[in-house]
């Protein structure tokens, strides 16, 4: 690609909310536009057969998709980045174009969506997924040592249960078994953790969720550290066609440049929260990566720079999450995360309802969880309003 979008910003040393509004994204050249102009064309005119400016025809590249491409993959700290449709449009992508016939070792604490594409989908053409607690180390040296693994595939904290896992053993591990490892990061965000520093090949995200940050566009992205690697998926992404349109590209950067701040504000929202829950006596456990009670608090601090705006927990009374989600008013009762507004979850019978009842409640998925995405409203008014709700069940 011959255009501005190619040309490498001077930020990368500069931090994170700076280079979210910059990184990837200087002004169009032609007109000066600050904000990159959504390019609808289909297709781009050629000089002569075969010699274009880049762009050829809106499936393969377009150059709203590139700037915001160029965005992710800076700000994950990686040399190429592509952007899908949706999440799940990325994770076909990255799942098949690592093989057919291949091995996958997963962790077991993953998105619903996830679970059923690799174990219900990817199965079907002859992929080995096994399901992995990579909490604990020793069960993915054992998976690991198994059968020649292709991918390892983790998500740290994980969706709904929050857990957090060594990203940088994980890889060390993976590396040494000739496996390529890939990090679902839309809990975290490259705003608190940058998993292709930690030794990751590959970077997944729903940006839908935080990256887009406003409940109003669905999309995914992967980014590499590696450019070789990189060429082998854009020929997939263009094979495959699961392609972000050009407005959709537009609102995800647009989502982006705020994303320093309002990670913040989840945060601060997430730990108010937290609070509350973990002091009633009507919670079994909360988890949240912030908190000192959490079996991973120190991974978590060591690997990220935030603790991120999810909190979930697990009423005493598995019986009163109706009762519950019901008695919310500022939390909504939708499926999704990682808009500006509240949301709450019951992934047992909503997020995670495609995972086997069997399945979900050995792996902590139990009836009386409930998945909370904290906004960026009034920290205390969140409080009060998870507070009020605890006291009607
Ligand atoms: C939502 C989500 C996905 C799937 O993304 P879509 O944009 O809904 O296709 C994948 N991983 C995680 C962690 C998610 O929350």
Redesign the pocket.
């Known amino acids: 690609m011959t255009l501005w979008v190619t040309f490498r910003m001077p930020e990368n040393n500069m931090r994170f909310s700076t280079r979210a509004i910059h990184a990837g994204q200087p002004p169009e050249p032609l007109t000066g536009a600050v904000n990159v102009p959504i390019f609808l064309s289909t297709t781009f005119a050629q000089a002569s057969p075969g010699k274009s400016k880049g762009f050829v025809y809106g499936r393969t590249g377009n150059p709203t998709r590139a700037v915001l491409e160029r965005t992710i993959a800076e700000l994950e700290g990686g040399k190429a980045g592509l952007a899908f449709s949706?999440?799940?449009?990325a994770?076909v992508t990255l799942v098949e174009s690592i093989g057919s016939r291949q091995r996958i070792v997963a962790i077991d604490d993953?998105?619903g969506?996830?679970w059923r594409l690799l174990d219900h989908h990817h199965r079907k053409f002859g992929v080995d997924v096994e399901f992995v607690d990579m909490t604990r180390i020793d069960s993915i040296r054992a998976a690991l040592a198994r059968a020649r693994t292709d991918l390892v595939y983790l998500?740290s904290p994980t969706?709904p249960l929050l857990r957090v896992v060594d990203i940088r053993a994980i890889s060390r591990l993976s590396h040494a078994a000739g496996a390529h490892v890939a990090v679902?990061n839309?809990?975290a965000t490259p705003a608190l953790q940058r998993p292709l520093e930690l030794g990751a090949d590959i970077v997944?995200h729903?940006?839908?969720?935080y990256l887009g940050g406003h409940s109003d566009v669905?999309?995914?992205a992967l980014a590499f550290r590696d450019p070789r690697l990189a060429r082998r998926f854009a020929w997939l992404q263009n094979t495959v066609g699961a392609v972000p349109s050009p407005f959709d590209s537009f609102l995800i950067l647009r989502g982006i440049h705020t994303l320093g701040i309002r990670m913040r504000a989840h945060e601060a929202s997430a730990r108010a929260v937290a609070e509350v829950l973990e002091r009633s006596s009507k919670v079994r456990a909360t988890y949240y990566p912030g908190l000192a009670s959490h079996p991973q608090h120190r991974i978590a601090r060591r690997q990220m720079s935030g603790f991120g705006g999810m909190v979930s927990f697990e009423l005493a009374n598995a019986g009163a999450a109706g009762r519950f989600a019901r008695a919310l008013r500022i939390f909504t009762l939708a499926e999704?995360?990682g808009g500006v507004e509240s949301l709450a979850d019951h992934p047992a019978s909503m997020t995670h309802a495609s995972v086997p009842p069997e399945i979900r409640r050995a792996r902590g998925v139990r009836d009386g969880l409930i998945r909370l995405s904290c906004g960026i409203e009034d920290p205390a008014d969140l409080a009060d309003d998870v507070g009020r709700a605890l006291r009607r069940v």
């Open positions: 949706s999440g799940l449009g994770l993953v998105y969506g996830t998500e969706n679902d839309t809990f997944l729903s940006t839908t969720k669905l999309g995914g999704s995360l």
